[in-house]
């Protein structure tokens, strides 16, 4: 029996009102990406968050002994999630404070450090309290008490406020703590919660920004509906195809977010030719090709948008230079690029589409590997991401199987 692909027809007016989505989605887009970039203006050599933090910590309470100053042995950095509390453990050194044990996760009750009294403040020393060293050891978690690998004798707790809430707990002053050392901690407070919650405000604004972006590439699908989840499947194929071609995992990150907007520029190109089950005129090819060159002016020149401008423009390029819309050629295609070509067409492989049906990951593996009357790998792809894609094509079989088309 042969494949019937289903159409879907957008009534004019669902189409008026999907272009108007989608130029308030650009236009959204455009914003969060504005506020972010102003923060990199505004602090282009920002530190990464465990750096600033050691910093703090190491100019703020590490002591030389001067002026009564003293520092403990040990700093526990502690944050709130859900009904538990998680943190990691600083130990002092002649370079200064260093981490000393991996992610401590525990109860408030199942650390007397953190829970004593409620108090925002609480300086404790074991003399003071009349109880035996032992009994006092068994306050701590035993994480904590491992990590530190001495007798704890007295701590101080310093609770942290903000978006982030937490507490910063320091253990084994010299003799006894006391008052002074404290607000020292308090200081640090205030410039550890400042400094988490500009962190989570950055980490908010991100989270939008990644969130417009699928938005924009969804709302480019209004003309092409069919094709389902292929935008999250091409970014999660990218992903995994970047890492596995050596890219960072940042650079992986932005490649796969970026690789959403490949097609951004299908919101121009006239539905029916998207659509059509028969095949194109050349005038209707020429139609449909534009889409490279339109989602490069969509996307614009914005820099956190530099390589999804990249990819738009030239996914459809191909290794032998017979591509469009410039007929690059080897390395003057831009690599990201290259290597979202690779995992577009395998997307498309494995799609349904008007003119055919869906095939397998075993058929769609022996074409990339060895063509077909469409596909030619000697001519179309990045050989070296090609050898990298059969390494790694058992994720992408995984891929494709868990995430199911809409609908």
């Not at 944050?79 to 991996?102: I, K, N, Q």
């Not at 108090?119 to 035996?132: A, F, L, R």
């Not at 002053?173 to 400042?194: D, I, K, N, S």
């Amino acid at each position: 029996m042969p494949h019937r692909a289903r159409i879907l027809r957008v009534p004019r007016r669902g189409q008026d009102l999907c272009h108007s989505a989608f130029r308030q989605t650009l236009d959204l887009l455009r914003v969060t990406d504005e506020v972010l970039e102003e923060l990199c203006r505004e602090c282009p050599h920002l530190p990464d968050l465990d750096a600033l933090v050691l910093r703090a910590v190491n100019e703020m309470v590490l002591g030389d002994g001067e002026n009564g100053t003293r520092s403990p042995s040990h700093l526990f950095l502690v944050h709130a999630r859900g009904d538990r509390f998680e943190g990691t453990l600083y130990a002092a050194g002649p370079g200064g404070f260093r981490p000393a044990s991996g992610p401590i996760s525990f109860r408030a009750d199942e650390s007397h450090a953190f829970s004593a009294g409620g108090d925002d403040v609480v300086v404790s020393n074991q003399q003071e309290e009349g109880v035996s060293l032992e009994a006092y050891q068994a306050r701590f978690h035993p994480e904590v008490r491992r990590a530190i690998e001495r007798p704890i004798r007295n701590f101080i707790t310093y609770r942290i406020a903000g978006d982030r809430p937490g507490a910063i707990i320091a253990f084994n002053y010299p003799r006894r703590a006391t008052r002074y050392e404290a607000q020292v901690l308090a200081a640090l407070a205030v410039t550890l919660g400042t400094v988490w919650t500009l962190s989570s405000r950055v980490a908010q604004v991100e989270e939008a920004f990644l969130y417009m972006v699928g938005a924009l590439a969804r709302a480019s699908e209004v003309n092409d509906e069919i094709t389902g989840d292929h935008i999250l499947r091409v970014s999660r194929y990218a992903e995994t195809l970047a890492r596995a071609a050596g890219y960072s995992e940042d650079e992986a990150r932005v490649i796969a977010y970026s690789s959403e907007l490949h097609d951004v520029g299908k919101i121009h190109t006239p539905g029916e030719l998207l659509r059509k089950p028969g095949p194109l005129t050349p005038e209707e090819i020429d139609l449909v090709r534009q889409h490279t060159l339109q989602g490069e002016k969509i996307i614009g020149t914005s820099p956190r948008l530099a390589a999804a401008r990249r990819i738009a423009g030239a996914h459809h390029e191909n290794w032998d230079g017979s591509g469009y819309p410039r007929g690059l050629a080897g390395e003057e295609i831009p690599r990201e690029a290259r290597l979202v070509k690779i995992v577009d067409v395998y997307d498309a492989l494995r799609s349904e589409r008007p003119y055919k049906g869906p095939l397998s990951h075993e058929e769609a593996l022996r074409v990339m590997v060895e063509g077909d009357e469409r596909v030619d790998p000697g001519r179309h792809f990045d050989p070296n991401l090609l050898q990298t894609f059969r390494e790694v094509h058992e994720e992408f079989r995984r891929i494709h199987a868990g995430i199911q088309p809409w609908g």
